[in-house]
């Protein structure tokens, strides 16, 4: 009996919703200015953000999470981890935005925490850098990562996603 049960669990798994096989998906809102962590249908994770300073700067769209690196070296003016002058802070969380490969567009800490909740940055998604180290402990490499500038709520974002990927699963 208990074989039938795992056979028959097996055979169903690809039709259960993401949330009941333990997906993960990051949601940025530029509208609000947030990210939310769904994880098994429930909110585990959620911070105040800095955007890209106009629309088009932070790509709109359906990512996946590619990188993630402890004090990430700043290439752009060649400054190391950990240095109190990178603007990347301490952790980055990078994703495949434009064809790229996880190391153009992140979320990411900052050193310049004023900006949280502001529209300032190049394109990126800045958050503290505490809160960033927590995101960065839940999320795993993979994981789906949607951005978009919506009046919708959280709960209506994570169902919509919820449906594309049971679409997709079909």
Partial sequence: MYFMLL?????LNPLLPPHATGESVIIVNKATHEVVLYQNNEIVFEAPAAIGRTKELTPEGHFDVKVKAKDPYYRKKDIPGG???????????????????????????????DSIGKSVSAGCIRLNNADVEKLFEMVPVDADLIIVDSE?????????WVEEKLQNQL
Avoid: M, V
Avoid at 83 to 111: K, M, Q, V
Avoid at 152 to 160: G, I, P, T
């Fill in 152 to 160: 919708k709520s959280r709960n209506d974002l994570y169902h919509s």
């Fill in 7 to 11: 056979l028959l669990g097996g055979l």
């Fill in 83 to 113: 240095d109190p002058e990178n603007p990347l802070g301490s952790r980055w969380i990078g994703f495949d935005a434009r064809g790229t490969d996880g190391r153009i567009y992140g979320i990411h800490g900052t050193n310049q925490p």
